[in-house]
């Protein structure tokens, strides 16, 4: 029997990965600030993914002028039907006073938060937390190599990113203006339905011939990590079902193991919780008035339910409850726990449900059952 894993599932399904929106503004960015202390753009520009992976990117903009550069890469999202595929994505660095740090600026077609309950406060440029850590991290590499101090101004634009943001949800949550920068691992993952779920039956094949009793479905990177953390499990126990929650329990009610362990993102899990098994935002939504429900249960009255049921996002809803100790992330995890044991139609599965925010933290379990 083959490896098992996430990067086994990957290479069973024959679909080419691409590069997120975060990986080349990073890639623009170190061009860009190698070009402004040496008066050379590195064509093409290598850098170095969380993973460890090192990618180059070839240029499609150099410019430069009096104080600043400006480099552009065009993104690549594989196999993967991404709107912002073959966007151009531009960095233009300038320099600022010793102690300023790396201060993001939205450029044209990269939108501004304007409402809280996103992992960044209103008025910053989209631009998340991973890509932000991505790119300071190049910027001192750059400096460290060139002789710069690392201070600088950084702006990111996405040529008609203002147009392709009306293709996603970026309206809705408050993003005005454009794009985000996103992506935990710089990697974009490819789905097509049908190859990734004969990828998650594939990793259960695999894991039950190895005689791993315990396995773990996750819905990204981010949760695999706390699961390993968690638990300890081994590689060939992880199944990336990504999207397809039901994908998993189906196959495992036919194919049952001891246990599994269903780890993934707050809003997502949130999703199972109310009864959907495909968690795609494209095909399923996070229910705020389901949400409101839960809080009551878990002692909100009804003036943190309305709250909850309005909030911008699922994330804004649990910090409303967290302040006001109402225990909305483990409300959650145990309802998709149940949901869960549903579908699985009394198969011999014990189950248990990690929430876990961006960063990875716990933010809400059931017991196993």
């Given at each position: ?39 050379e753009f ?198 990336d079902m ?67 049921a309005s ?59």
């Amino acid at each position: 029997m083959s490896e098992g894993g996430r990067d086994a599932q990957l290479k069973h399904t024959g679909l080419r990965p691409g590069w997120t929106t975060g990986a080349c503004a990073t890639a623009s960015a170190t061009a860009a600030y190698t070009a402004l202390l040496t008066g050379e753009f590195p064509d093409p520009v290598t850098i170095t993914l969380p993973k460890g992976q090192t990618p180059s990117f070839a240029l499609a903009v150099e410019e430069a002028g009096d104080g600043w550069a400006t480099a552009g890469v065009v993104k690549d999202a594989g196999d993967d039907p991404d709107v912002t595929h073959g966007a151009l994505v531009r960095a233009t660095v300038r320099p600022l006073p010793a102690g300023s740090g790396v201060v993001f600026r939205a450029g044209p077609g990269v939108g501004t938060v304007t409402r809280p309950g996103l992992p960044l406060e209103v008025g910053e440029p989209a631009v998340n937390p991973v890509p932000r850590q991505m790119m300071r991290d190049h910027v001192a590499r750059v400096a460290a190599a060139h002789g710069g101090g690392g201070d600088v101004e950084l702006t990111l634009s996405v040529d008609h990113g203002e147009e392709i943001a009306r293709s996603t949800w970026n309206p809705r949550l408050g993003i005005l203006g454009g794009l985000s920068i996103l992506g935990t691992t710089g990697i974009v993952v490819p789905y097509s339905c049908s190859a990734w779920i004969d990828s998650i039956r594939r990793g259960v094949d695999v894991a039950r011939a190895a005689g791993r009793t315990h396995l773990a479905g996750c819905t990204g990177s981010t949760s695999e990590r706390t699961v390993v953390a968690e638990y300890g499990l081994p590689e060939d126990a992880l199944l990336d079902m990504g999207d397809f929650a039901g994908a998993v329990l189906k196959y495992v009610r036919r194919h049952p193991v001891e246990r599994l362990t269903v780890c993934g993102g707050f809003a997502k899990l949130s999703k199972l919780a109310a009864g959907h098994l495909d968690l795609h935002s494209a095909r399923s939504q996070v229910d705020k008035g389901f949400l409101a429900a839960l809080a009551r249960e878990g002692g909100a009255g009804e003036a943190l339910a309305a709250e909850v049921a309005s909030a911008n996002t699922g994330l804004a809803a649990l910090q409303l409850c967290a302040a006001a100790g109402v225990p909305l992330g483990d409300l959650v995890a145990v309802a998709a726990r149940d949901q869960a044991l549903h579908v699985l139609r009394g198969a011999p599965v014990a189950v248990d449900v990690v929430c876990v925010d961006r960063a990875g933290t716990v933010v809400g379990r059931s017991t196993v059952r």
